[in-house]
């Protein structure tokens, strides 16, 4: 599967079924996360993810990153919309008794500087990163992975890993370099 950068493009101009597989694959498990934090039902829960996606869909064609944001901010923004609509048509059962909480998680869900919203555009962006990664993975040599993952995930020095490889430090620094090379291509406009 191939999230590229212009994925989102495509959306917007010409897509495929599979373009639009390629969205739903990635968001719904994040989308479905952040719902069942707020939701006494997996079926609400659910329904929601269903209403999201479907705005998704709907409004993706006029999506522009300069003038809304970033695509997890306007994703985040829909998701909110979608949750306050469905409570206030109650067919959405909060986990917590009482509307007061819940309509301060949905506020602070909308508020871009709140730790609410910092906390969905780090598990965004994670979660975005995993699938990426999760990509490029299969396409790469062992080694190149494998210096890739013990620098940049696993946070062991270019030396360290190069000993331990039998490589140069060079080659390291180039794994390295190639993968993060595909990775932003892969989640431009997706991660910011």
Known sequence: METSASLLERLKHAPREADWGQLVELYTPLIRVWMRRYSSSQQDADD???????VVVRKIPAFERQRTGSFRSWLRSISVNCLRESWRA???????AGGSDF???????????S??????????????LQSLLNQVRPSLPEDTWQAFKRVSVDGHTAA????DLGITVNTVYIAKSRVMSRIRELGRGLVD
Do not use: G, T
């Open 48 to 54: 929601v993810v269903q209403d999201v996606l479907s």
């Open 103 to 113: 309509q301060q998680a949905l506020n602070q869900m909308a508020d871009p500087n």
């Open 90 to 96: 109650d067919r959405f059962r909060p986990s917590a």
């Open 115 to 128: 730790q609410l919203s910092q906390l969905w555009n780090k598990e965004h962006d994670q979660h975005v």
């Open 160 to 163: 360290q890993v190069a000993e």
